[in-house]
């Protein structure tokens, strides 16, 4: 069983994911970092203790992340996408907050557990990226780190360029890629694949006795709307968060490439990630190399959701 730490902004999509390692057997979640991105860190906050009070899970921490992005811009957020609150049209604005930690509650997670330890980052980079920077880091103990971010060599979902978690905080991406080593990115080429269909929800709202079951059907109901708008004709949606776990635990059924990463901070190509794909590739001196997830089983992987998502604990 994985020990992980969660770094997120549900969001629908964060929301799918949460749930997902709420009942997989392989994974423990030892806390949850809430911070800005899909919906204020404040609504972060509530939707995470709703997922875990409905999971009767309040034993888990939740953790203050970043409330906005490292260059002092306002946060972009995406409340059209994901709802007013962020849950669809789920009504939980009276969800009481508990358990809740400062920001070195991560670095007292990573003595806890070291190298037991897996850090999942599922929002924008800026948490990740402000535990780099801390004088008493001790980020590099753990065993392995994961990002949902990026899109190499297809087109972004938050601009022509830009995967939107790269792109809601473009230089903390850049600090990410330039101090970390060995991250495992998974990226908009895998995870936009990731399609769970209206139908399999529906049948997952109907079959499961999973504490989360009455909620599976509007929420999915709420995002495959929204995705009609820039996928006309989708029959649900991706979802993504929940790739980067399946691929978590289940390492036989994806392919990875190891490269150096960049991301562009200028206006124009704002989010931009980029590596050198050539069979040989020019390397950049003290640059560290990290993975990118190039293709996953997609069938493999939807079975894997539908089953642990089937599951009741």
């Given at each position: 069983m994985k020990k992980i730490l969660l770094i997120v902004d549900p969001g629908?999509?964060?929301?799918?994911?949460?749930?997902?390692?709420?009942?997989?057997?392989?994974?423990d979640i030892v806390g949850i970092v809430c911070q800005f991105g899909n919906v204020s860190r404040e609504d972060a906050l509530r939707n995470s203790s709703f997922l875990?009070?409905?999971?009767?899970?309040?034993?888990?921490?939740?953790?203050?992340?970043?409330?906005?992005?490292?260059?002092?811009?306002?946060?972009?957020?995406?409340?059209?996408?994901?709802?007013?609150?962020?849950?669809?049209?789920?009504?939980?604005k009276n969800t009481m907050f508990k358990n809740i930690y400062p920001f070195h509650k991560i670095y007292d997670l990573i003595t806890k557990y070291g190298k037991d330890l897996?850090?999942?980052?599922?929002?924008?980079?800026?948490?990740?990226?402000?535990?780099?920077?801390?004088?008493?880091?001790?980020?590099?103990?753990?065993?392995?780190?994961?990002?949902?971010?990026?899109?190499?060599?297809?087109?972004?979902?938050?601009?022509?360029?830009?995967?939107?978690?790269?792109?809601?905080?473009?230089h903390a991406a850049k600090i990410v890629t330039t101090h970390g080593e060995g991250i495992t990115f998974v990226p908009l080429n895998v995870s936009h694949r990731s399609i769970v269909s209206k139908e399999m929800i529906h049948y997952l709202s109907l079959q499961t006795d999973a504490p989360f079951s009455p909620i599976l059907k509007p929420l999915m109901d709420y995002y495959s709307e929204q995705y009609q708008l820039s996928m006309p004709g989708i029959n649900g949606a991706?979802?993504?968060?929940?790739?980067?776990?399946?691929?978590?635990?289940?390492?036989?059924?994806?392919?990875?490439?190891?490269?150096?990463?960049?991301?562009?901070?200028?206006?124009?190509?704002?989010?931009?990630?980029?590596?050198?794909?050539?069979?040989?590739?020019?390397?950049?001196?003290?640059?560290?190399?990290?993975?990118?997830?190039l293709d996953i089983n997609v069938e493999h992987l939807l079975n894997d959701f539908m089953k642990v998502m089937n599951s009741s604990s």
């Open positions: 629908i999509d964060d929301s799918f994911a949460i749930m997902y390692a709420l009942l997989s057997p392989k994974i875990l009070n409905l999971a009767r899970r309040e034993d888990i921490p939740l953790i203050n992340g970043a409330s906005a992005p490292l260059s002092g811009l306002p946060p972009e957020h995406y409340y059209d996408i994901h709802g007013t609150h962020g849950m669809g049209e789920l009504n939980i897996t850090i999942v980052s599922l929002s924008p980079l800026t948490s990740l990226a402000l535990t780099y920077l801390h004088a008493g880091s001790n980020i590099r103990d753990v065993k392995e780190i994961f990002v949902m971010g990026g899109a190499f060599l297809v087109p972004g979902n938050a601009s022509h360029l830009a995967e939107a978690n790269i792109y809601g905080d473009p991706p979802l993504h968060d929940v790739t980067l776990l399946s691929i978590l635990t289940n390492e036989d059924h994806y392919t990875t490439v190891n490269r150096q990463i960049f991301v562009d901070t200028d206006d124009l190509t704002k989010g931009l990630t980029h590596a050198d794909f050539r069979p040989v590739p020019e390397m950049v001196d003290d640059h560290p190399i990290n993975k990118i997830v």
